[in-house]
């Protein structure tokens, strides 16, 4: 059965294909943490103290 599995998955140029998705990954994340850090820091205040604000209304 693993034999089966084997020729079943492999092909010749696995390994292009593999660099690919590994450079694609890298550039998805790096992209996405630039995006974070580029925002201002203002820019998550009001979701930051969200739950805050909720509490502080159940109390008054």
């Known amino acids: 059965m693993i034999k089966y599995f084997k020729e079943y998955f492999s ?15 890298i550039a998805f994340f790096i992209a996405l ?17 969200m739950p805050l604000d909720e509490d502080s209304e159940i109390q008054n």
């Open 33 to 49: 943490v630039y995006s974070v850090l580029k925002k201002p820091k203002n820019y998550y205040k009001e979701d930051a103290e």
């Open 11 to 25: 092909y010749t140029n696995d390994n292009v294909l593999q660099v690919i998705i590994l450079l694609c990954s």
